[in-house]
């Protein structure tokens, strides 16, 4: 679902007045026969529901199910991770390790969009 799409249960609250968020998903840009593909932030979210409750495995997949969606048939060329905890780097790097990627993947130790959230993915793709 667009962001800009979200009902006003899970709009950010600006100066007491409601608002959407102010990004894409995703941002394509064609240079001669290539497609870029820029991966916003995407992380364990279908529709404007997060997926509560379900660990970090769960996360992660259904975050790159989403990146998958994103961005078709394109190949992944990069990726960057932020992880709420740092606790989580051996286990996020050991499940992207098993998607056979062999792509540069940078780990970040950082907030994400949601409370609730454990992990956030951006990256680049090219088709």
């Known amino acids: 679902m667009a962001a ?3 009902s006003e249960d899970v ?3 600006a100066h007491s007045k409601k608002t959407t968020p102010k990004f894409e998903r995703a941002k394509s840009m064609t240079f001669g026969d290539r497609e870029l593909i820029y991966i916003s932030g995407t992380a364990a979210i ?3 529901e997060t997926l509560v409750g379900v660990g970090l495995e769960r996360q992660l997949h259904i975050t790159m199910e989403n990146i998958a ?3 078709g048939e394109a190949k ?3 990726l960057r991770v932020y992880l709420k905890d740092m ?3 051996e286990e996020a790097e050991r499940l992207l390790n098993a998607y056979k990627l062999n792509i540069p993947i ?3 130790w950082a907030d994400v ?3 609730e959230l454990l992990i956030e993915i951006e990256g680049i793709a090219v088709l």
């Open 76 to 78: 992944l060329k990069m």
């Open 11 to 13: 709009l950010a609250a």
């Open 113 to 115: 969009c949601r409370d």
């Open 46 to 48: 279908r529709g404007e």
């Open 106 to 108: 940078s780990y970040m």
């Open 69 to 71: 969606e994103l961005i």
């Open 4 to 6: 800009h799409a979200y």
């Open 87 to 89: 606790s989580f780097y």
